[in-house]
């Protein structure tokens, strides 16, 4: 059953046959495009806010400096914003490419594969990283008195509001990672949709 280039696939899952495809084709790799780009700005100004944040605290004519480095949870975001920035960087040139010459640079299954690999690791790795520098946040924010730890933003305010803000901006660049993600499963399955019998 055909009609407006709309088909029924036996699964009855709409398929579409009309000449818009290249048109919807387009807007996803720009969409993509964009996206990878927001993610590779966010993901680098978290690991320049994180990196750079320092304050010198003076405690009993004692200089204390607080860094990101005493934190191993902030440690590990900057690498990981790090990793995500640079991974974000070779799919932009992918994508650009693309965008330029007009051809889908996934002409293969494997290669679509291993794009969605990368995207899934990236999303889970700044899940993880956004977790731990989270908990060590509020400990810092809010103490753990059966611990003993103490309220230490009261003392570093200045270190505590940009460690935040370079935490925030992870984590909007993960969710939109995690959009990206999304584009990749896409664009990966769509490659299975067209000949029968075809194997990689």
């Given at each position: ?194 000949k029968k019998g075809a194997g990689w």
């Open positions: 059953m055909r009609y407006l280039g709309v088909g029924v696939s036996p699964g009855n899952v709409p398929v579409y046959h009309g000449t818009h495809l290249k048109a919807v084709d387009r807007k996803v790799r720009l969409a993509e495009l964009m996206l990878r780009s927001v993610t590779f700005v966010l993901a680098l100004v978290s690991v320049l806010l994180v990196a750079t944040d320092s304050q010198v605290q003076e405690i009993f004519t004692i200089k204390k400096k607080a860094r990101f480095t005493d934190m191993k949870a902030l440690v590990f975001l900057v690498v990981v914003n790090g990793m995500v920035a640079a991974y974000s960087v070779v799919q932009v040139l992918r994508c650009g490419l693309s965008m330029v010459t007009g051809s889908v640079v996934l002409l293969t299954k494997p290669l679509a594969w291993v794009i969605l690999s990368g995207d899934q690791l990236m999303s889970y790795m700044m899940l993880a990283a956004l977790g731990a520098a989270l908990q060590s946040a509020i400990f810092a924010k809010f103490s753990e008195p059966e611990l003993q730890w103490m309220k230490t933003c009261d003392m570093y305010r200045k270190f505590c509001n940009q460690s935040g803000e370079g935490i925030a901006s992870s984590a909007v660049a993960w969710l939109i990672m995690v959009f990206v993600t999304g584009i990749s499963s896409f664009s990966l399955f769509r490659l299975y949709g067209g």
